[in-house]
Every structure is written in structure tokens, then in C-alpha cells.
T-cell receptor
């Protein structure tokens, strides 16, 4: 079967660092996407990991371990505008399989 | 480059009616995927089209169908609407190179009364 797990909700303080974990068990794997989705809006692309390791893009970094079926999204210097849902998705060639998303609330 | 566009953005229908949603991918993208998003189920894959052929289909009833045209534009149709079809329908396009990013359109919010 296909299974992708993320925490449902997380809270953090402005200026802090937060790590959102994602574990997966899928029949196929080409890579792993992270998307950000603000309420009522479409998902926007954050990162795509194909190989193991950490990829950094400004305040956001994403890590992948294919042997462990594990990824995380690291958000540094949190801002209020980072309050959103963060979606982890496995790239299964012809489709993306999404987790249910992690709703992050950033407080002042 | 223009992004993925979807029309209409909002739609209200009644049970039993049918609806057609449209998606125009990013120029040069030949793969178009459709997803349904509801608060309880998250993002669920509907189907994917590439060069006018359906390559993959999710676990949705036959009331959900789609097609892709030669210019890569895609439509999805839902017949005999049910209350549970109320959702955000998202279209995403992707380039042909390996490991290309998938980009989403703004979505069509469908409300079935």
C-alpha cells in the first residue's frame, strides 16, 4: 500500500526554527516534493529531493533519506507569513501521492 | 512564462447536474494531472494525461472523467454531482524531462447544493 505520514499540526514562535517530518512507504519512488499551501490557495512548490541529503534554499531546507523512507522540511527564522499547511508528496512517476499535510501556526 | 490557469475559479451546482472544469498548463508542459482536495481527505489524485492519453487514474468513480487536447489543455468532467463532490479541484502541469517539478494552478472551488 501507499502510506505517507506527517504530523497534523505544529505551532512555533516567530524567529524560531521548526522541523516538519514526513515518513513514507510507497511502491514506487522517484523523489519527494514539499509544497506550501495557504488557506484557500493552491499549493506552491518549495523543494524537490531526489538524492539523499540536505538541500538548502534560503530560510527553507529539505532533507531526504531514501533508505529510511524519511524526509523533513526545516524552516528557519520563522515569520508570521509562514503560517500555512505544508504538504509532503512522493513522486510516483505519473502521479504525486500526498500526505494529509501539516498545519503550522506561527505565533508572535 | 505564464503559470497554470484554471477556469472557472468558483462554481455552484446542484445535485444531479454535471460540471466541466478547464485547465491550461504551462507552455511546453505536456503532462497534466488533476487532484481533488477536501478538508477530510487532503489531496487525492484523480488522473494524469500526457499527450492526449490518460496514463494513470486514481480511485474515483466513473462519474469523474477527463480528456486532454492536442494543445495540452485539459478538461475534467463530473457527472451526476453529489454533495460529497464539493471540493477544491486542482490541476497541475509538469515538463517532460526527468524529475521535473509539478506546478499547480489556482484551483476551481466547486460547491454542490
Amino acid at each position: 500500500g501507499q502510506n505517507i505520514d506527517q504530523p497534523t499540526e505544529m505551532t512555533a514562535t516567530e524567529g524560531a526554527i521548526v522541523q516538519i517530518n514526513c515518513t513514507y512507504q510507497t511502491s514506487g519512488f522517484n523523489g519527494l516534493f514539499w509544497y506550501q499551501q495557504h488557506a484557500g490557495e493552491a499549493p506552491t512548490f518549495l523543494s524537490y529531493n531526489v538524492l539523499d541529503g540536505l538541500e538548502e534554499k534560503g530560510r527553507f531546507s529539505s532533507f531526504l533519506s531514501r533508505s529510511k523512507g524519511y524526509s523533513y522540511l526545516l524552516l528557519k527564522e520563522l515569520q508570521m507569513k509562514d503560517s500555512a499547511s505544508y504538504l509532503c508528496a512522493v513522486d510516483n512517476t505519473d502521479k504525486l501521492i500526498f500526505g494529509t499535510g501539516t498545519r503550522l501556526q506561527v505565533f508572535p | 512564462k505564464a503559470g497554470v490557469t484554471q477556469t472557472p475559479r468558483y462554481l455552484i451546482k446542484t445535485r444531479g447536474q454535471q460540471v466541466t472544469l478547464s485547465c491550461s498548463p504551462i507552455s511546453g508542459h505536456r503532462s497534466v494531472s488533476w487532484y481533488q482536495q477536501t478538508p477530510g481527505q487532503g489531496l487525492q489524485f484523480l488522473f494524469e494525461y500526457f499527450s492526449e492519453t490518460q496514463r494513470n487514474k486514481g480511485n474515483f468513480p466513473g462519474r469523474f472523467s477527463g480528456r486532454q487536447f492536442s494543445n495540452s489543455r485539459s478538461e475534467m468532467n463530473v457527472s451526476t454531482l453529489e454533495l460529497g463532490d464539493s471540493a477544491l479541484y486542482l490541476c497541475a502541469s509538469r515538463g517532460v524531462a526527468a524529475q521535473e517539478t509539478q506546478y499547480f494552478g489556482p484551483g476551481t472551488r466547486l460547491l454542490v447544493l
